[in-house]
């Protein structure tokens, strides 16, 4: 959500800041702009829509300088159009900002009271105002930038410009993470460190509440509390080459190929090689004697929630409760006296999943992240970390980072079942090897996209889609239903299957898709009874079942999707696969934009 690049060098920046921007896509927006300063002082160029449609702009009117911010939006507060674009200029100030401020209306009163004209609808603006109106009153620019900062709630990171100092961006977080690069001859500033890898894997990451003055050479870090601060430089584990598409036609479509590596490497990162067992490091205590966890999370991570919960509690025996991070943190929650959290989350930075994690450590619960990204806030904060190996995921819609999060919380599961001594070292091995499979069951998951593909069109035609799920599915069913109203924008919902004739089977209608994804278990004849159900009122079944399985459905589904034989516990991860097939290959025929959806971002850092 939104994006943050900025450079200070001995050279012209507008180029590279424009491919930071490009870097930026993945997070989601609607407008972009750029700002430099040169001997004019500052000069602006903004666009909404595309990167695209900003690089044409300066193509027929160029602007460059040494020094310069660029930003790409996502709209909160006005319309997403050229005039409420970023850079935000209020006299020789420009800023960009990502988040909310949440007290901008009496900021912007206060500043309109001193007679200063404001140019758009957003509560951003009032950041650049506050800035000059302190350098008016005879603050320098760092003063007068650090005093702004000072008065502003709510969450945001800002990087700022002040013509009269044409060498030194300003940046500032709180609650939006912000990261500075270490170039030679230069320095930079961004969102996060994939925005700056073309120019640097030298970072360090901000803490919360610190402010930084980035020169050609260097940078000064305050904290919170206006305390000079040396905040340790970091590589960034960032593979450039991993983040490019290759030769797929979308980052989607790359990433859902990608599955079988991830799963590889994730895989290996949990187990002993010397003893075949769960290797949990430092979280195995945390996990051995709790007598419950919660496990929190937003959106496709929130299903891998729910689907962990059955694992959990089937295979070690703890109560697991699950809570979308934005109730979570407002109902006063009850939480364990013995237990711990978990904070599930691809980037570390989801603003409702971090907030509850703050919430907890207040309250001394001991907590753990299941995270795609080491740097994070979240990862920072969390007493332990359970790391996912799914590598950079740029696709708005989740596809490996999902997968490779059900991974960790199946071995998690496994390894805390054999702490609390409810599987022996032999049926742990065996649930092991099970997953051991997940690249090859995989792969061959992802042979049934010609199927999926000509699956597609009935998709694209329909009214609304159903999905339906029982058990560790059920969550499945949930995904399936969101992967399809992300990248298509169609209706679609998912249940469980048994709840069936409590309201849903009203929808069902002639010619209505049904997807069922129901791998042979203990309760695939329930599920088969609920496919009659909807058969009989004309539904379109399209069923998803392994080998097993197939022979239950027979001909009561009108296309079937046959996965490889699914041991142990690897059902709903190679289920998501042709799930992830059906959600593309149906927005490719609608044409829609895959990789950055409309109105959807790639990391919520807003509530």
Known sequence: MCGIVGIVSDKPVSTR???????????GYDSAGIAVVNGRGIVRRRAPGKVLNLQNLLDGAPIDGNCGIAHTRWATHGRPNEQNAHPHQAGNVAIVHNGIIENFKS?????????????????????????????????????????????LEGAYAVAALVGEANQTLYAARHGSPLVVGFGKGEMFVGSDAFALAPFTKRVLYLEEGDSAVVEIDSVRVRDEEGASVNREILTASISTVMAEKGNYRHFMEKEIHEQPE?????????????????ALGETAPLLKNADRLIAIACGTAFYAASVGKYWFEALAGVHVETDIASEFRYRTPALPQNGAALFISQSGETADTLAAMRYCNRAKVDTIGVLNTPESSIARETKTNLRTMAGPEIGVASTKAFTAQLAVLAMTAIGTASLRGRLSEAETQEHIRALQALPELVQKALATKAQCQAIAPILAKAKQTIFLGRGGYYPLALEGALKLKEITYLAAEGYAAGELKHGPIALIEEGTPVVVIAPNDPLIEKTVSNVEEVAARGAKVIAITDEAGAESFDTRAEHTIILPNLPGLTGPIVSAIPLQLLAYYTALELGTNLDQPRNLAKSVTVE
């Open 107 to 151: 900021l912007r009163q206060e500043m309109a009271n001193k007679g200063r004209v404001f140019a758009t609808e957003t509560d951003t603006e009032v950041i650049a105002h506050l800035i000059q109106d302190n350098m008016d009153e005879g603050l320098s620019g760092e003063d007068a930038f650090l005093a702004a900062v000072e008065r």
């Open 17 to 27: 800041l424009m491919e930071g921007l490009r870097r930026l896509e993945y997070r």
């Open 262 to 278: 991830a799963l590889a490497r994730t895989m290996a990162a949990y187990i002993d090689p010397e003893t075949d067992l769960p």
